[in-house]
């Protein structure tokens, strides 16, 4: 089972930080993903981390303004988000695989959680 909150409505340029928590049976080496799908179009990617953190990925679009981390003792993982523009208003989702590596192949993550919204606007 995954997780995902933190969402909400914040004015451009705040910080907002996403959290997902994965239980169940996934204790296994995995990724985990965090993808944002806006209204009207197709889900996209926004970053990713490897099962020991020490391999990460990001979209270009959030790059330098967003931070994936995770805390595998707590099943936590989480994405950071500064300087938040109103592009980046979507509901937000995270997604695990059962392998350790990250992918920007939505296809290659096996689980979903329900997604959480973020709103950003002035």
């Known amino acids: 089972q995954l997780q995902a909150s933190g969402g909400g409505l914040v004015h451009p340029g705040v910080s907002l930080r996403l959290s997902c928590v994965v239980s169940?049976?996934?204790?296994?080496?995995?990724?985990v993903g965090w993808w944002r799908q806006a209204p009207g179009k197709e889900r996209q990617f926004v970053a990713a981390?490897?099962?020991?953190?020490?391999?990460?990925d990001y979209a270009d679009s959030v790059k330098g303004r967003f931070t994936i981390s995770r805390d595998n003792s707590k099943n936590m993982v989480y994405l950071q988000m500064n300087s938040l523009k109103p592009e980046d208003t979507a509901v937000y989702y995270c997604a695990v695989r059962k392998l350790a590596a990250t992918t920007r192949s939505p296809g290659a993550y096996d689980y979903w959680g329900q997604g959480t919204l973020v709103t950003v606007s002035s």
């Open positions: 169940g049976d996934f204790d296994a080496i995995i990724a």
């Open positions: 981390i490897s099962r020991s953190g020490g391999s990460t």
